[in-house]
């Protein structure tokens, strides 16, 4: 589960930030040629969402990508040492985040844990609302309640479920955020729009890549203040793949009246992809596989091993969510809420440890494989 780190081992009690060798050696320039132009940006947004001069555009054919919006480049570096593809210490993050790194020789495939527990929303209207079991906007209210945070910056959707970042500071925000979309958008913009709009406390939901994008942004040792300590929560979400907006034009053609105003949920089962109108009709994952972003192929993370609390569907039964608690505070907070009546939680059976050991392994042998 976890396991110590041998002081000095990688990093040591008065080493406060993760050293980035390329910081201020590298530019713009160099992330699209590394990153952007290889194919392997997973549209996180954690490179625009901390500076002003790149921002999220579509080209001719509709591909969103970062671009830099000034007319010269500079070798200010964050973009490239914040992303999460440009490269991840990660035994040097998880030491300062969470004070050791993964257990067993090569590593638990969990990451680094305190726990794993099914929960769900004791609130019938959040269960009702929630992906599965609620967990997230039950967590997120809690910690709005109190006062862990005073935003939380969800991803929510418009009525073509094309996703979009809301700064949620109600229950209501919250619900009407719940659901899952299976489209690639760069959520972690939205903090930048929380700081602009004064958050001092903010919570995070995001993908594996995106809470890999924050917490290199908060374990980097960087000369200016770029508000990352406004960030207060990060949740994750599971994640085996994501999808381009494409996917989103492929499944309308498929819906009883020829538009996605009438779904109520789209849900990954297995090897297929459930859509909920009046009636649910599947597509198989097979299908759809050309729509995957290129981005996510090399991603080896499947549990959101750097959250603070990381959640997801994998190894519970339907109507509840596997949580697991990676840092002291994801502890607290999953406690609490739990004692204050906002979730249940029972201990996780062993066939869903074993399947999502079974998912986690194979994302990082095949995103392995696919960065070699
Ligand atoms: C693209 C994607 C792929 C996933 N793949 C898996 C998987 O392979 N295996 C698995 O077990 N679970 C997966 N999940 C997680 C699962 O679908 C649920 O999100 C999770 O179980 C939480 O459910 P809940 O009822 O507790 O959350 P809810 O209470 O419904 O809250 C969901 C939260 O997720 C946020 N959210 C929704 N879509 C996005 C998005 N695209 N980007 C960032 N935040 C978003 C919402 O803002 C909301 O705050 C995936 C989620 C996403 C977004």
Redesign the pocket.
């Known amino acids: 589960m976890m396991r110590e780190a041998d002081p000095g081992e990688v990093g040591t009690e008065t080493q406060k930030y993760v050293r980035l060798p390329t910081f201020l050696e590298r530019g713009f320039g160099d992330l699209a040629n590394e990153v952007t132009a290889k194919r392997l940006c997973c549209l996180c947004g954690t490179c625009a969402a901390f500076c002003d001069k790149i921002k999220i555009t579509e080209d001719e054919s509709g591909k969103k990508e970062p671009r830099f919006v000034e007319d010269y480049d500079t070798v200010c570096g964050l973009c490239y040492a914040f992303c999460p593809r440009t490269f991840l210490p990660l035994a040097e993050i998880e030491w300062r985040i969470f004070g050791e790194v993964r257990a067993g020789e090569e590593g638990d495939v969990l990451g680094v844990y305190r726990n794993g527990y099914a929960?769900r929303?004791t609130k019938g209207d959040?269960l009702e609302?929630?992906?599965?079991?609620?967990?997230?906007?039950?967590l997120?209210a809690y910690a709005l309640d109190e006062g862990i945070i005073d935003c939380?910056v969800?991803?929510?959707?418009d009525d073509q479920w094309k996703?979009m970042t809301?700064v949620?500071r109600t229950d209501d925000d919250?619900k009407a955020?719940?659901?899952?979309?299976?489209?690639?958008?760069p959520?972690v913009t939205g903090i930048r729009e929380a700081i602009e709009e004064g958050c001092e406390k903010i919570g995070f939901?995001?993908?594996p890549c995106?809470i890999q994008g924050l917490r290199k942004v908060q374990t980097a040792e960087q000369p200016y203040d770029v508000g990352v300590n406004k960030v207060k929560l990060l949740?994750g979400?599971?994640?085996?793949?994501?999808?381009t907006e494409d996917l989103l034009d492929f499944v309308e053609l498929k819906c009883a009246n020829g538009s996605l105003k009438g779904v109520s949920k789209f849900?990954?089962k297995g090897k297929e992809l459930l859509v909920t109108e009046e009636e649910t009709f599947s597509i198989l994952l097979e299908d759809i596989k050309s729509y995957i972003g290129e981005g996510c192929l090399v991603c080896q993370d499947?549990t959101a091993e750097l959250a603070d609390i990381s959640?997801?569907?994998?190894?519970s039964e339907d109507g509840w969510?596997?949580v697991f608690v990676r840092t002291a505070q994801g502890e607290g907070i999953v406690k609490a809420a739990a004692e204050k009546g906002y979730i249940e939680l029972k201990e996780l059976e062993e066939k869903g440890w074993g399947a999502l050991r079974k998912?986690a392994k194979s994302k990082k042998e095949s995103g392995m494989q696919r960065s070699e």
């Open positions: 929960v929303a959040i609302k929630g992906q599965d079991g609620g967990v997230v906007t039950s997120l939380g969800i991803t929510t959707s996703p809301k949620a919250l955020g719940a659901g899952t979309k299976y489209t690639l958008y959520s939901v995001g993908l995106q949740i979400l599971f994640c085996m793949e994501n999808f849900n990954i499947y959640v997801g569907s994998v190894g969510s596997t998912l």
